[in-house]
């Protein structure tokens, strides 16, 4: 099989996008192999080091994406692509 | 017993010795920044770096020709590093763990663990399928460090816990179906006992999807008493390693003993006692297969 491209419109979604994935996170609940991760984003200057407040989305594992386009169907910004 | 047991048991198997637990030895080992460091950076460990490659697409990545080698060579080498200079906590350096029964796991939480003891939310739940639920019991100096991490810390509730409690919770989370770990981190500390689900947690991701030794199987595996099962599938929903399938013709169940990572909670779904755990050493074609 060929490989899954699972993309992410960070200007939608993200630490720079209209939703904060902490608020939404639609996309990890309806993804049954967990292909996404939420995670704080590299590279900011946090206020506070211990509470960080810029966090994204990584479609980290896309070897174990079923294509099954629930992510697609579910994310309320339209911020998700896939291809292969 | 395996390897760990050899290196860091005492003569036990590893997690039963006292001394994985002390904070003399957390100390020795200078864990106090390792794991604040750690900590607050850890939903970043898949996507961080190491050696110019990530954890993104990790899957293609083993796939690739020889280079797929190489990568699972280094990531197997990093998993159980126990050079404590070299370690880099921003990897997870020496942090892996193993699959425990509940009977352990009490063993642990009421002789062993260090205190204090907390109940903090599941990372790995919290960064991969977007829940926060209080099931992840930590001891010791790591207790500490997280209780200074607000996202890991359930509101309106007490957060330190006693040994007696801590063994009540684990007992719930693992009739409910979870499965109890317990985690070097870093190797020989131990100070974690979780309540994991598959594919939420990221040991088990990389166990399953990946076949890297982040978790390994319990020291037990179970046995199925074939002449007290009824069939009345109810184990079947229990295992989180699709080790139990139910065969109409024979009205019973039959156990994948390859996929059973003996962690003893279907055992809880079974009125006839037809389920129990054996040490795994027991079972001639499954004994060091951890
Ligand atoms: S297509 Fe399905 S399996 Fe793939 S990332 Fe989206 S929800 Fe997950
Ligand atoms: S569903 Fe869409 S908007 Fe919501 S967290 Fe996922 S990518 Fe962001
Ligand atoms: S190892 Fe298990 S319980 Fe611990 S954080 Fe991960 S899934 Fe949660
Ligand atoms: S069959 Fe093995 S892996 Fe499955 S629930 Fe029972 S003990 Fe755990
Ligand atoms: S729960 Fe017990 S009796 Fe029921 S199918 Fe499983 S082993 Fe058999």
Redesign the pocket.
């Known amino acids: 099989m060929s490989k899954t491209k699972i993309r ?1 419109d960070y200007s ?3 630490e720079n ?1 209209k ?1 904060d ?1 902490r608020d ?5 609940e309806v993804c049954d192999p967990c292909v ?1 991760l ?1 995670h704080e984003a590299l590279g900011y200057k946090e206020e506070d080091l211990y509470n960080p407040q810029h966090w994204r ?1 990584t479609p980290v594992w896309p070897s174990v994406c079923t294509r099954c386009f629930y ?1 697609v169907k ?7 692509k896939i291809s292969w | 017993m395996c390897d760990w047991c050899m290196k860091h048991g005492a003569g036990k198997k590893w997690y039963m010795n006292a001394k994985n637990y002390s904070d003399q030895l957390a100390k020795d080992l200078n864990l106090e920044d390792y794991l604040t460091e750690q900590w607050m950076n850890f939903e970043t460990v898949f996507i961080r770096k190491i050696m110019g490659l990530s954890s993104i697409g990790l899957g293609y990545k083993l796939k690739m020709p020889i280079i797929g080698r190489v990568i699972r060579w280094v990531v197997e080498r990093m998993i159980h590093k126990e050079e404590t200079k070299k370690r880099n906590p921003m990897r997870a350096d020496g942090h892996f763990g193993q699959v425990i029964p509940l009977e352990d796991g009490k063993i642990i939480l009421s002789e062993l663990a260090a205190e204090p003891i907390i109940e903090n939310y599941c990372m790995c739940r919290w960064m991969q399928r977007g829940k926060k639920e209080a099931v992840c019991i930590n001891f010791g100096i790591l207790s500490e460090i997280i209780e200074k991490l607000p996202r890991f810390i359930p509101k309106n509730r007490v957060v330190r816990i006693d040994r007696e409690e801590a063994m009540q919770r684990l007992e719930e989370h693992n009739k409910k179906g979870y499965i109890a770990s317990v985690w070097f981190q870093p190797v020989p500390y131990i100070c974690a006992i979780c309540s994991c689900e598959s594919p939420e947690c990221g040991g088990l991701r990389l166990r399953n999807n990946f076949d890297l030794n982040v978790v390994y199987k319990a020291e037990y595996i179970i046995q199925l008493d074939q002449d007290k099962c009824e069939g009345c599938k109810a184990c079947v929903s229990m295992c989180q390693f699709s080790a139990i399938r139910y065969i109409p013709s024979i009205d019973r169940v039959i156990i994948d003993y390859d996929k059973c990572f003996g962690c003893g909670i279907c055992r809880h779904a079974c009125k006839n006692d037809a389920l129990r755990l054996i040490p795994r050493e027991e079972y001639p074609g499954f004994d060091g297969k951890y």
Do not use: D, S, T
């Open positions: 992410i939608k979604c993200g996008g939703v994935p939404c996170h639609k996309c990890l996404f939420m989305i992510c579910a994310c309320p910004e339209k911020a998700i």
